[in-house]
């Protein structure tokens, strides 16, 4: 037993190990170097989404040539790997479709930059900040802090609206008047709310305009500009300035009522 031990362990074969240990370690340590060097340029150069996609191809690509390097020390031919999978590898290959598919429709959201890390978007129905953007797919954390993963393909297939892709953005805000108000009073009065509401910006200017005839009253529309980080409290700052200039104004704000006519 111990004979048989010695001529396994011989001196090449301690030599191989020694070698193959010392192959492992450098790939090691280049991989952490140049992992670190992308990070910081990345970092310091790129935006959150590109350097979270640029960090994770490193990372994958390492792997994929680790798997390759471990594969040739045992001596395991790709290439007769690969034939031998036969039918199997055109399965997987079906199977793994969907996934090419994400993974290319990822790298044309990365030259696309019309989403990004931290950006509020609305995305088939589903609203919510960006938390993260990787190869097969973004995910996004919900107002009630749920987790969205949505596939690369569904963001580039569906119509995106990132609200947090400009700066500011308007809110319009729809008043309802009775139709025996003085339209041209009604709207004369609604121009002084964005005067009352201090995150409201001057430039650009408010809009107004009527909008419908409606069932209960004719709607006028007041539409606001502000900074997109203001948006919750510039709505609560029109919609109380609008109850209050209304009351002291004393027009009706009307709800939805019934008239019922009886015929003898």
């Known amino acids: 037993m111990s004979e048989s031990i010695k001529e396994f ?60 390097y471990i594969l040739g020390l045992f001596d395991i031919d790709l290439t007769a790997l690969l034939g031998a999978a036969g039918i199997a590898g055109i399965a997987v290959g079906f199977a793994a479709q969907t996934s090419i598919s ?3 429709s990822g790298f044309f959201l990365l030259t696309d930059h019309a989403v990004k890390i931290g950006d509020f978007v609305t995305i088939d129905g589903i609203s919510g900040t960006v938390d993260s953007v990787d190869l097969i797919s973004i995910k996004i954390k919900t107002p009630d802090n749920k987790m969205v993963r949505i596939p690369n393909e569904t963001v580039v297939n569906t119509n ?85 200039t209304f009351d002291e104004a004393k ?4 709800f939805p009522q019934v008239d019922i006519h009886t015929r003898s």
């Open 9 to 68: 362990f011989n001196s090449e074969m301690l030599f191989n190990i020694l070698t193959n240990v010392i192959g492992l370690t450098i790939f090691f340590v280049i991989y952490f170097i140049i992992k670190k060097i992308v990070k910081k340029i990345a970092v310091n150069k790129l935006n959150p989404h590109t350097a979270s996609l640029l960090t994770k191809s490193v990372k994958y690509i390492f792997y994929i040539l680790i798997i390759i």
């Open 102 to 104: 994400n993974i290319i």
């Open 160 to 244: 995106l609206q990132n609200i947090s892709f400009y700066p500011t953005r308007r809110l319009d805000v729809v008043v309802s008047v009775s139709y025996d108000t003085d339209l041209k009073y009604a709207l004369d009065t609604l121009a002084t709310v964005p005067e009352k509401c201090p995150l409201v910006l001057k430039d650009p200017e408010p809009v107004l305009f009527y909008t419908e005839f409606a069932d209960s009253g004719i709607n006028l529309t007041l539409g606001v500009w502000l900074n997109n980080s203001d948006l919750n409290a510039v709505r609560n700052q029109v919609f109380i300035a609008i109850k209050e």
């Open 251 to 254: 027009i009706e704000i009307p």
